[in-house]
């Protein structure tokens, strides 16, 4: 079952006002339709809280933030944010915020599913990259179906990358397979010193942890 984490800081009445309004109503149905998509989201009324507290908030790339606070307030403290987190003036209209907290949620959503973690690598589908700590390169679209399909089966010889991938029924330009390997070889030992992120072992490929 899905979870919505919702916190509301520094206003007591808009945190009622939204349980009365039903909260996991406002949110697009279609959210709800991926059981995986636990998502944080905090709202923080700006003014009423800390600076040292929000910026703290902040640091965390992994939630949705809507921080509301007066013109004013903006202007004077310039707090960086991330992709998921915004700025919305007060006074807000309450459709408007609807609209904006699914739009929000939407893109969380759509990043989120598109990461996994192979070994200790994040792998971003939808960036088509590979990263690890704060270090990021970028993946051709063959080397990211390349790693996929070991990762979603680990231990796959030439033959069937080559069909699967590459859409060859014989196994004659085995070149191209060859090509990409060591052109992702060769990345991911430049970027991360790894020589073993794809190992071969009688005829077959394997990602090892």
């Known amino acids: 079952m899905n979870k919505i984490e919702l916190s509301v800081l520094g206003s007591s009445i808009f945190l009622k006002l939204l349980n009365e ?19 944080s989201i905090k709202i923080l009324f700006a003014e009423n809280l800390n600076i040292k507290d929000v ?8 939630l949705v933030v809507l ?18 987190q915004i700025y919305l003036e007060l006074p807000i209209d309450l459709l408007s915020f609807k609209e904006i907290l699914n739009i929000l949620v939407t893109k969380y959503s759509f990043s989120k599913n598109s990461k996994i973690t192979i070994k200790n690598y994040e792998v971003d589908k939808n960036q088509r990259s590979i990263s690890k700590k704060n270090t990021i390169i970028k993946l051709t679209e063959k080397e990211l179906e390349l790693i996929l399909a070991l990762k979603n089966n680990n231990g ?17 330009d085995s070149h191209a397979f060859e090509t990409h390997l060591h052109r992702l070889r060769k990345k991911m030992h430049k ?5 073993n992120f794809i190992i071969e072992k009688n005829s077959s490929y394997y990602l090892i942890s």
């Open 21 to 39: 309004l039903d909260f996991n109503n406002i949110i697009n149905p279609n959210y709800h339709k991926n059981k995986n998509n636990n998502i």
């Open 55 to 62: 910026k703290k908030i902040l640091l965390d790339n992994d």
């Open 67 to 84: 921080l509301l606070s007066h013109k004013d307030y903006i202007k004077k403290n310039l707090l960086k944010l991330s992709n998921f």
């Open 156 to 172: 796959l010889n030439k033959s069937y990358l080559l069909k699967t991938i590459w859409k060859h029924n014989l196994d004659l």
């Open 191 to 195: 970027a991360f010193q790894d020589d």
